[in-house]
């Protein structure tokens, strides 16, 4: 295998063997192939199951790559349940007793959902099995996200969340970041930092079949803003680093409704499937009111009497700052430094993560 993608020698040789042994295992072996239809796609029961998600919304450039790319290789059953909408800055939120609009998606050689929540309900769903009928993939991968997931943005990103939200359940998972840029990065850079973790992803996936990959983990993994002229993976940590929020007042003729997470499609969807709940047209009809998006405060005066609060706007703007820690292997200066950062994260400070560091330490390079 020639390594054009400037990934480690060692990096390409582990997925070879990987590649390599399974190949061996299949000749040697009889095995019964079960096929099932979902969706119009052929679902082979001898493949792992690999689960897509993201926080910048179904289509999105990062995602739509890293779905062709997985479905190329024809090794996995890949199936995608994603947010409908950008909802990259939405946390860990879900979205409980609401009713939840789940539409089919085109997306060729995979099984394909939109969602009307957060990426935190997407997964949820996914691997509650009630919307997918394997019981559980082998792998659930978030991204590839437009923006550093670095340090403390984790706790606001989309994206991490996903990964987060099939770690609680149980499930190994990546979270996969671009360091977009503003007027230098490109549309095009999505598909080399698929390229470029590629590899990593196989070789997990053949470490989870064999049961040996790092138990209790999950791995985000940060691609620099060239990711093909990175410098190599390395082993981080995670800071503390974060763009710190800045919150600007706007003068009321200027405000214009907007900062709204969710599509008009999406709204509307929304608001059918919960009128559809309602017991009478009245109540509807309620409920339809109290949820249009356009009304930004509600007026509480008594009937007849015009509300007399003053209203003021504001908008929340994320700033660049210059970071101070100089630890080299803390995951947003390696990223600074262009290399391709690979985190493990737990759910508890308690939890061991010498496992997951070696575990990425032996996968990503290897003793002369």
């Known amino acids: 295998m020639k390594n ?189 930092a698929v390229d470029v973790c590629l590899p990593l992803i196989q070789a997990a996936i053949g470490d989870i079949e064999k049961g040996v990959f790092p138990k209790s983990c999950s791995i985000n993994i940060e691609i620099p803003t060239s990711p093909l002229k990175n410098k190599g993976f390395k082993v981080t940590r995670k800071s503390l680093w974060r763009s710190p929020p800045c919150w600007q007042a706007v003068a009321a003729n200027r405000h214009t409704p907007g900062g709204n997470f969710m599509s008009n499609q999406q709204s509307l969807g929304i608001q059918l499937a919960q009128l559809s709940r309602d017991a009478s047209a009245a109540g509807a009809a309620r409920r339809l009111n109290t949820q249009k998006k356009n009304v930004e405060i509600e007026s509480v005066g008594a009937a007849g009497k015009s509300d007399q609060r003053v209203k003021k706007y504001f908008r929340l703007e994320f700033l660049d700052k210059e970071q101070e820690d100089m630890d080299e292997d803390l995951d947003f200066r390696a990223l600074e430094n262009e290399f391709v950062s690979v985190t493990p994260l737990s759910l508890s400070p308690s939890d061991d993560l010498e496992s997951a560091s070696s575990w990425i330490a032996a996968t990503i390079s290897k003793d002369d």
């Open 4 to 192: 054009n993608n400037l990934l480690p020698a060692s990096l390409v040789s582990n997925l070879q063997e990987v590649l390599i042994n399974r190949k061996a295992s299949n000749d040697n072996e009889e095995t019964t192939t079960t096929c099932t239809t979902t969706n119009d796609v052929t679902v082979d029961s001898t493949k792992p199951v690999v689960l897509v998600t993201n926080g910048d919304g179904i289509d999105a450039t990062g995602l739509t790559v890293l779905v062709q790319a997985l479905v190329g290789l024809g090794l996995f059953n890949v199936h995608v349940c994603a947010p409908q909408s950008d909802r990259s800055v939405s946390g860990h939120s879900m979205t409980p007793f609401e009713t939840l609009m789940v539409s089919p998606v085109e997306i060729s050689g995979a099984t394909a959902y939109e969602v009307s929540g957060t990426p935190a309900d997407c997964v949820s769903l996914a691997l509650s099995g009630a919307l997918f009928s394997w019981s559980k993939p082998a792998l659930v991968i978030s991204g590839i996200n437009r923006g550093s997931g670095c340090g403390l943005q984790m706790f606001y990103s989309g994206t991490a969340a996903g990964a987060r939200e099939a770690l609680i359940c149980g499930v190994p998972s990546f979270s996969i970041s671009l360091n977009w840029k503003k007027n230098e990065s490109h549309e095009s850079d999505f598909k080399d």
